[in-house]
């Protein structure tokens, strides 16, 4: 249940950014409706979860279409690590 809602909130999620161009303020009102139809209601922390997993939705899908898109252009994709050095004593 919870992953079928997670897809459905990432497919609204990227319509609503690749339609059309909205400014921070909109895109949170719509955020708002879009988890209030759900039936979380505002002020309660399953509204600020609901929030939060549509924005990592959308970041989630911006990284997997710059991923896709460096593949089709033939760019390796950035790595980065961060090395962790073990003293033993």
């Known amino acids: 249940m919870r992953l079928a809602l997670l897809a459905t909130l990432a497919v609204i999620g990227t319509a609503l950014t690749s339609c059309q ?5 909109e895109r949170r009102a719509a955020d708002q409706q879009t988890c209030a139809r759900f039936g979380f209601r505002p002020g309660t922390d399953a509204m600020a979860r609901c929030l939060l997993d549509l924005e990592l939705d959308r970041r989630a899908e911006r990284r997997a279409w ?24």
């Not at 161009?21 to 303020?25: L, S």
């Not at 089709?72 to 050095?85: A, D, H, K, L, Q």
């Open 66 to 89: 710059r991923a896709e898109s460096d593949a089709m252009m033939g760019r390796p994709p950035i790595v980065v690590t961060r090395p962790v050095y073990i003293h033993r004593h």
């Open 21 to 25: 161009t909205i400014t921070p303020e």
